[in-house]
Nanobody, 116 residues
Framework: QVQLLESGGDVVQSGGSLRVSCAVS??????????LGWYRQAPGKQRDLVAS???????NYADSVKGRITISRDNATRTAWMQMNSLRPEDTAVYFC????????WGQGTQVTVSS
C-alpha cells in the first residue's frame, strides 16, 4: 500500500514564502522510478497541475507559477518538496502530492491560504 503525506500548508501573507513537503511510504514503492507532481484545487474549481518532476529530474510548471515555485525530490528519503515564493491570494488552495505521471496515488492534501 502506498501512502503520500503532505505537510507544510499554512496561512501566509501575500508576497510570502512557504515550503510544502510530501513523504511517500509503503512497501515495494520507489519514487526513483516514478514521477511526482504537485496539484492544487481551490474551492469550486478543478484540480490542476502546479509542478511535476520526472525520474531524471526534468521539471514542468504551470504558467501561473513559473519563476515563483520550485519542485524538488530526494529519492533516498522518498520525499518531495515544493518551494513557493512570492505567493499571491490566487494561490490559495488545497495542495496535493501525487506519485506517478499521470498520477496513480494521491495524498490527502495540505491547505495553503494566502491573505491579501
Amino acid at each position: 500500500q502506498v501512502q503520500l503525506l503532505e505537510s507544510g500548508g499554512d496561512v501566509v501573507q501575500s508576497g510570502g514564502s512557504l515550503r510544502v513537503s510530501c513523504a511517500v511510504s509503503g512497501t515495494m514503492v520507489s519514487i526513483s522510478i516514478n514521477g511526482l507532481g504537485w496539484y492544487r484545487q481551490a474551492p469550486g474549481k478543478q484540480r490542476d497541475l502546479v509542478a511535476s518532476i520526472t525520474t531524471d529530474g526534468r521539471t514542468n510548471y504551470a504558467d501561473s507559477v513559473k519563476g515563483r515555485i520550485t519542485i524538488s525530490r530526494d529519492n533516498a528519503t522518498r520525499t518531495a518538496w515544493m518551494q513557493m515564493n512570492s505567493l499571491r491570494p490566487e494561490d490559495t488552495a488545497v495542495y496535493f502530492c501525487a506519485l506517478g505521471i499521470p498520477p496513480r496515488f494521491w495524498g490527502q492534501g495540505t491547505q495553503v491560504t494566502v491573505s491579501s
